[in-house]
């Protein structure tokens, strides 16, 4: 018996493939929204929010970054949906 969920087309195949992407990015997305939260409740909870400061909390710090190596692989993937991804 054939397999039924296998694509037909190389067409189907870019939809399925860009509608992964698409859904990886909306879950990437949610997560950089609660490290956003776990941010701002980690500076209120120290009392400091300047990112220079040397009393400023190691895990914001972490969490700061962690978001923004997320932000760059969202970036990415925006890139490979709209067709724009030049490999390095």
Do not use: C, W
């Not at 054939?2 to 189907?12: D, F, G, M, V």
């Not at 980690?42 to 190596?69: F, H, I, M, Q, W």
């Amino acid at each position: 018996m054939a397999n039924s969920y296998l694509p037909e087309t190389l067409r189907e195949t870019a939809a399925m493939n860009t509608l992964r992407v698409a859904t990886l990015i909306a879950d990437l997305s949610r997560s950089t929204a609660i490290l956003t939260a776990e941010i701002e409740h980690e500076e209120t909870r120290a009392g400091v929010r300047d990112v220079s400061d040397a009393a400023y909390p190691v895990l914001a710090r972490s969490l700061r970054k962690r978001r923004e190596n997320i932000g760059a692989t969202i970036a990415s993937l925006q890139r490979v949906i709209h067709g724009t991804f030049k490999a390095a």
